[in-house]
């Protein structure tokens, strides 16, 4: 059964929808208010932490997903670089450096404006494009911070994606 298959209503809303999507993938979540959910998906390199959250003014349903890091102060220049490289790269969603949370950020909002709809597909492929671009570029985060990489360098490893299986 399709995910979107689970909701005949027309006014379902889109927070219930993550809960959902939630339950059904097994992750850990918690339901921080009716517009407002957290969770943690286990990912290849560590738990990414998500939120997701429904504003009804400007009809957007906002992500964020995070995970911490503690670069020197000396690496900073570098990390802010590699931000810059990776956001020339993804189309959909941004990296940002939350410094006084010590949070890597990617942040994406779907506008459902005029009263849309988001379905369980487009949610949980805003869910998978995250945790997917998260898994994507944290080593080569790592590689700037820890083995003082370049970005150039470090994003070698995040370019070649694999494709078919073994």
């Known amino acids: 059964m399709a995910l979107s298959e689970h909701y005949l209503e027309d006014d379902i809303h889109p927070i219930d929808i993550v809960e959902h999507i939630a339950s059904h993938h097994d992750w850990e979540f918690d339901r921080l208010a009716d517009d407002q959910i957290a969770m943690a998906v286990e990912g290849q390199w560590r738990t990414y932490s998500l939120t ?3 504003s009804a003014y ?13 670069p020197p102060e000396d690496r900073m220049p570098a990390v802010y670089e590699c931000l810059n490289a990776i956001n020339d790269q993804c189309w959909a969603g941004a990296y940002t450096w939350w410094a006084e949370q010590k949070l890597m950020v990617y942040r994406y909002g779907l506008v459902l404006s005029g009263g849309q709809i988001a379905s369980a597909e487009q949610i949980d492929t805003m869910i998978h494009t ?24 470090a994003l070698q490893v995040a370019i070649a994606e694999a494709y078919g299986r073994a």
Request: charged share 25%; net charge negative; proline share 5%.
């Open 130 to 153: 995250a945790v997917t671009s998260a898994e994507r570029y944290y080593p080569a985060f790592q590689l700037v911070v820890w083995a003082n990489r370049s970005p150039k360098e």
């Open 52 to 54: 997701l959250a429904w």
């Open 58 to 70: 400007d009809e957007t349903l906002r992500l964020v997903c995070t995970f911490e890091m503690e």
